[in-house]
Nanobody, 114 residues
Framework: QVQLVESGGGLVQPGGSLRLSCAAS????????MGWYRQAPGKQRELVAS???????NYADSVKGRFTISRDNAKNMVYLQMNTLKPEDTAVYYC????????WGKGTLVTVSS
């Protein structure tokens, strides 16, 4: 069974940066959309950013101008560059691939705190 594995989370001070990566354990044919979601304690999971196979991106209003999503189709990987991080960005971040079915990672924790 294909697994998605996130990496790059951790503790960072407000104003800092982190880069998340997500890789599939094996090749997935025709990934239409790659995305990042997050879930903060006591809140519902929300979309952070997504990118289509053709490169069209979509961002939550709360991260526009601070986060950048990118993908490497050849490697089946997606990245999330997070700049100017705020305490309210603290959450578990999950990657998601849509390719005929939904694939989810187990998440990586991002904590923004001084």
């Amino acid at each position: 069974q294909v697994q998605l594995v996130e990496s790059g989370g951790g503790l960072v001070q407000p104003g800092g940066s982190l880069r998340l990566s997500c890789a599939a354990s094996e090749s997935i044919f025709s990934i239409l959309v790659m995305g990042w979601y997050r879930q903060a304690p006591g809140k519902q999971r929300e979309l952070v950013a997504s990118i289509t196979k053709g490169g069209t991106t979509n961002y939550a209003d709360s991260v526009k101008g601070r986060f950048t999503i990118s993908r490497d189709n050849a490697k089946n990987m997606v990245y999330l560059q997070m700049n100017t991080l705020k305490p309210e960005d603290t959450a578990v971040y999950y990657c998601n691939f849509i390719a005929g079915m939904n694939y989810w990672g187990k998440g990586t924790l991002v904590t923004v705190s001084s």
